[in-house]
């Protein structure tokens, strides 16, 4: 047989060497012997052997076949590596949740009399599972600002188990110095497990300035047509087989194989939305920035970020998320929400529908006062999730609703 000749494993392609966005569209497939070109949707719980000695070498050689769902299944496992291979991750597990992988990536290791350092800027689920449940089981949160280094100096200069954080924060979008924090975390012993769903696996990439765990609400912008729930969390193989996947296969936080399926096909989409979507963010932020009734637009990627040169450092766009704050209160935040004809009111987010949220009495509503005060949610701040629209007719959406201010 010539070289030509010689059959392309099409089963099982190969995507190495090729760039992310090919990667995103052929990576971690694996076709059946039907030869779908769509990867296959496999809704099964279970599966079966030709005897009873083939159960046996199943279970003897773990991991070599599938045997239940709540430890593999092949359409999440093809999720998983889509995931991984683009992230640069070792290993992938797709959860039910966003926050099923945060827990997972938390409980999984920490025991009684641990520390775990976190900034306040956190999803408030995020902050709950710290600040509420950890306690419970004997855990020590350490709450810090997690944009200032001094406190991050000052929280891991003792041991510490593990450093949890977003950048950006959802909704005050502060940027963590992410390879400054891991060097002082690995001293500290403390595993770095980064939030990266604000940034998306397109924007930032965790692994390479330190982390040790990345996690994401796949709800978010790998679905990122609000069609379902998902998550997942990555690590290094070693971490995942002796201590992560254990705990979730025992523990059973596992996606449908359904859902894993939708956000198996929201990843070949993904780099083209997001790179739209963050496209029309800087531009709407802008907007907003110059606005006579807006007192304040907070985009990663404005000059008057606070943080703006760090954004750049470890982003490689500002994201499609933007905050503004209203000129007034809770009123004149409501009615321009109300007066919005193409941006939704919605506690999402990374949808391809503009989104926006009035974080006080919807997303962070449970925070007692002083803690909204510390995680900086003001009544006439609103959180705006760009959609896929055309930037212009979101522009002038806000220019008509802010005008019945
Ligand atoms: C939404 C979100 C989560 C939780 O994800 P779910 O899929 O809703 O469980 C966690 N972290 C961040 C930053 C989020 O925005």
């Not at 059959?7 to 012997?33: E, F, Q």
């Not at 990555?234 to 971490?239: G, I, P, S």
Request: charge should be negative.
């Amino acid at each position: 047989m010539s070289e030509n000749t010689t059959p392309r494993n099409h089963r099982a392609p190969d995507v190495s060497g090729l760039r992310p966005r090919t990667r995103l569209v052929h990576g971690g497939t694996r076709r059946s012997g039907f030869d779908e070109t769509c990867e296959a949707l496999y809704q099964t719980s279970g599966f079966v052997y030709g005897s009873a000695e083939e159960a046996e070498s199943a279970f003897a050689n773990d991991g070599q076949r599938h045997v239940y769902s709540r430890f593999r299944n092949p359409t999440s496992g093809m999720f998983e590596d889509r995931l991984a291979e683009y992230e640069g991750a070792e290993w992938a597990y797709a959860t039910a949740s966003g926050m099923a992988a945060v827990f997972a990536s938390l409980f999984s290791h920490l025991k009684a009399g641990d520390r775990i350092v976190a900034p306040w800027g956190l999803f408030i689920s995020c902050l709950y599972c710290i600040k509420d449940i950890a306690p419970r089981f004997g855990i020590i949160p350490v709450l810090i600002d997690g944009t200032d280094m001094a406190q991050w100096e000052e929280a891991l200069s003792q041991p510490t188990a593990a450093v949890f954080l977003e950048t950006p924060s959802n909704p005050c979008l502060d940027i963590v110095d992410l390879p400054a924090v891991a060097k002082l975390a690995k001293a500290a012993g403390a595993k770095v497990i980064v939030d990266n769903a604000f940034a998306t696996p397109v924007l930032q990439r965790p692994f390479e300035m330190g982390a040790d765990v990345v996690v994401y609400s796949a709800t978010k912008h790998i679905d990122g047509q609000g069609r379902c729930l998902g998550g997942a969390i990555l690590t290094d193989r070693k971490f995942a087989t002796e201590v992560v996947h254990p705990f979730l296969r025992h523990t059973g936080p596992t996606i449908s194989p359904f859902n894993a399926w939708l956000l198996l096909k929201g990843m070949e989409t993904l780099e083209l939305r997001v790179a739209a979507q963050t496209e029309s963010a800087l531009r709407i932020a802008q907007f907003l920035e110059s606005h006579p009734k807006v007192e304040r637009s907070l985009y990663p990627f404005l000059t008057s970020h606070p943080q703006h040169d760090l954004a750049r450092r470890q982003m490689t766009g500002g994201g499609t998320m933007v905050s503004f704050w209203v000129k007034g209160g809770k009123a004149e935040a409501f009615r321009t929400m109300n007066s919005l004809r193409v941006g939704l009111i919605s506690n999402n987010l990374g949808d391809s529908k503009t989104l926006v949220t009035h974080p006080a009495t919807s997303t962070h509503s449970k925070l007692s006062d002083e803690d909204k005060r510390k995680a900086g949610i003001t009544p006439n701040m609103i959180r705006l999730s760009v959609g896929l629209e055309d930037s212009q007719d979101l522009i002038d959406d806000l220019e008509q609703a802010l005008a019945t201010v």
